[in-house]
């Protein structure tokens, strides 16, 4: 039988600590704040509208705004840039890195996998508590200021 005692603690919620932690990242040990802290969503946004930006223009002047060939650039950016150097423009404009938990660099099969995944639209949208997206939890990735 369900009691007011056991309702009370249910609505209030659980009684264990903030699985959080006390700042984003704290869990993947990495920083409060300055380098090596997580990237925050201003950042990350700023990131995307740049590279998509760039994979547009591309695509507008050689060949007619074409959807799909805008999203192969955008998918080939990443891949190459992520997987070669951590980075890609519109990520080291605003001052992001991409490495795998523990600091390392993703590479490109890690890359690969965080690039499909994120191309399904809702997986950076599906977050842990620390920020992470599916996609960047599936790949062992994390964003990073530099």
Not at 7 to 26: I, Q
Not at 78 to 84: A, C
């Amino acid at each position: 039988m369900v009691t007011r005692r056991d309702m009370a603690g249910w609505v209030g919620g659980s009684r264990r600590p903030n699985a959080a932690g006390r700042w984003p990242g704290e869990r993947l040990g990495l920083a409060q704040h300055g380098p090596t802290s997580m990237a925050g969503w201003g950042r990350r946004i700023l990131a995307v509208v740049i590279d998509w930006s760039i994979a547009l223009l591309i695509s507008n002047l050689w060949f007619e705004g074409h959807p799909l060939v805008t999203l192969g650039f955008y998918i080939l950016m990443q891949v190459v840039l992520l997987g070669l150097l951590g980075t890609t423009v519109g990520k080291r404009i605003a001052g992001i890195q991409v490495v795998r938990v523990g600091g390392a660099m993703a590479g490109p099969v890690r890359v690969l996998i965080r690039t499909a995944l994120w191309c399904l639209v809702v997986t950076p949208f599906m977050v842990d508590p620390d920020g992470r997206g599916v996609h960047d939890r599936v790949a062992g990735t994390v964003q990073i200021r530099m």
